[in-house]
């Protein structure tokens, strides 16, 4: 079965600072790869998605992340972090070997705090 | 347009009651999933409809969860005789078909006392 993996579930960046949110995919088939930002009592809002087009996939709000199938990761960064970024990230997967086309599994989250 | 809409918002009610959830898709979405997130924890597939039928109900964690969409659009995830540790946040996404991103709603905070 599919398996995501956050590295940290917390991250505090200081506002103007490099946001590096880290997530791994276990599948040996690439899979679909999404983020997805929630904010406090809210859903969850697409940010950005890799469907096997070019690697480096630019989101909303000014994030993008970076395919690399051969360190299984799809790492979400923004260069300049805003407080109205804080918010919980979710990386998630779709297809990939053991993996159906619509079941999303996600990882368990990133916290992303910013400070003043 | 409208996002996906989801009632009540927030559920509380005592262990052993029946409860319903409620989801109103994007209009002409035939795709409808519902996950289910605790405290802390990302999101959890529990079933997914192509129009009026479960195409997949793999992740109901129980016969006591049970879920319907009778005309393809407004969904009910109904929980009977429910438990403390079914208190979570009920999450329902559709999307136009079934490989296509899910957009998701606010969801439905269900609180077991």
């Known amino acids: 079965a599919q398996s995501v993996t956050q590295l940290g579930s917390h991250v505090s960046v200081s506002e103007g600072a490099l946001v590096l949110l880290r997530c791994n995919y276990s599948?040996?088939?690439?899979?679909?790869l999404f983020w997805y930002v929630q904010y406090p009592n809210q859903g969850l809002q697409l940010l950005l998605k890799?469907?096997?087009?070019?690697?480096l996939v630019k989101g909303i709000n000014g994030f993008e992340a970076e395919f690399k199938k051969s360190e299984t990761s799809f790492h979400l960064t923004k260069p300049s972090a805003h407080m109205s970024d804080a918010a919980e990230y979710f990386c998630a997967v779709v297809g990939g070997s053991g993996g159906s086309n619509y079941k999303l599994t996600f990882g368990k989250g990133t916290l992303l705090t910013v400070n003043p | 347009g409208a996002g996906v809409s989801q009632t009540p918002s927030n559920k509380v009610t005592e262990k052993g009651k029946y409860v319903e959830l409620r989801c109103d898709p994007i209009?002409?979405?035939?795709?409808l999933y519902w996950y289910r997130q605790s405290l802390g924890q990302g999101p959890e597939f529990l079933i997914y409809f192509q129009g009026t039928g479960a195409a997949d109900d793999s992740g109901l964690p129980n016969d006591r969860f049970f879920a319907v969409r009778p005309e393809g659009s407004v969904s009910t995830l109904k929980i009977q005789r429910t438990e403390r540790g079914d208190s979570a946040v009920y999450l329902c996404?559709?999307?136009?078909?079934?490989?296509?991103?899910?957009?998701f709603g606010d969801g439905t905070r269900l609180s077991i006392l």
């Open positions: 599948s040996s088939v690439p899979p679909y």
């Open positions: 209009s002409g979405h035939t795709a």
């Open positions: 890799y469907t096997s087009a070019a690697t």
């Open positions: 996404a559709s999307s136009p078909d079934r490989d296509q991103p899910q957009h």
